[in-house]
């Protein structure tokens, strides 16, 4: 089943922060997080494995939450260049390598 | 190296037609996988491979079939192409499955079906 994201779609200033969240009715065994420019393919940013892990790429985190299911997207200081729809997808412990991807969140910054 | 490659980049069918989709890998990855992208519905999984020779179903493997005769290549078939199947289509490749492996996605393919 297709993890949820929320929200579908975010615009912020230059330097405001976001979160986006994913979450999914199964018990998961990764959660991986992707960027996608219009009209680019997904480039990849983090992956997560372990219930409670928290990553961090530039200023860009993420953290999993296993129990609950879910993983949040942290965004900080937001710039122009994290525009992009962002994508999670899941890994359930029932089907690794199968990895299922949410509708994702469109991210706008302006100036 | 060259990465994921997609060929063709872009293509026009009509109703009926049928067309072979190729995704190159030279990673030596062991798994490639097949997404369709609509508007608004993210990346749904077509189909995937574990290994050269094997294949399974994704989320929405209705209409396609695909093959792995060797490691490097994925190919996409539709047999009879349908309007519904208009979309962009995009090849990933990871080393491995699970753990901290990520997925390398190709350039994608347009595919508009008349």
């Known amino acids: 089943q297709q993890p949820v994201q929320s929200p579908q779609a975010v615009i912020l200033r230059e330097g405001e922060d976001a979160v986006i969240n994913c979450s999914s009715s199964?018990?998961?065994?990764?959660v991986h997080w992707y960027r996608q420019k219009h009209g680019e393919a997904p480039v990849f940013l983090m992956i997560l494995l372990k219930g409670g892990e928290q990553k961090g790429h530039e200023k860009i985190s993420a953290s999993f939450n296993e129990k609950k299911q879910q993983s949040s997207l942290y965004l900080t200081a937001s710039q122009l260049s994290y525009s992009g729809t962002y994508f999670c997808g899941t890994e359930t412990h029932s089907s690794a390598s199968k990895i299922i991807f949410g509708s994702g969140t469109r991210l706008s910054i302006r100036p | 190296n060259a990465g994921v490659t997609q060929t063709p980049k872009f293509r026009v069918l009509k109703t009926g037609q049928s067309m072979t989709l190729l995704c190159a890998q030279d990673?030596?990855?062991?798994?490639m996988y097949w997404y369709r992208q609509d508007p608004g519905m993210g990346l749904r999984l077509i189909h995937y491979s574990v290994g050269e020779g094997t294949t399974a179903k994704g989320e929405v493997p209705d209409g396609y079939n695909v093959s792995r005769l060797k490691k490097q290549n994925f190919l996409l078939g539709l047999e009879s192409a349908a309007p519904s199947q208009t979309s962009v289509y995009f090849c990933a490749s990871s080393p491995l499955a699970g753990g901290y492996n990520e997925q390398f996605f190709g350039p994608g393919t347009r595919l508009t079906v008349l």
């Open positions: 990673m030596n990855h062991e798994y």
């Open positions: 199964k018990a998961l065994y990764s």
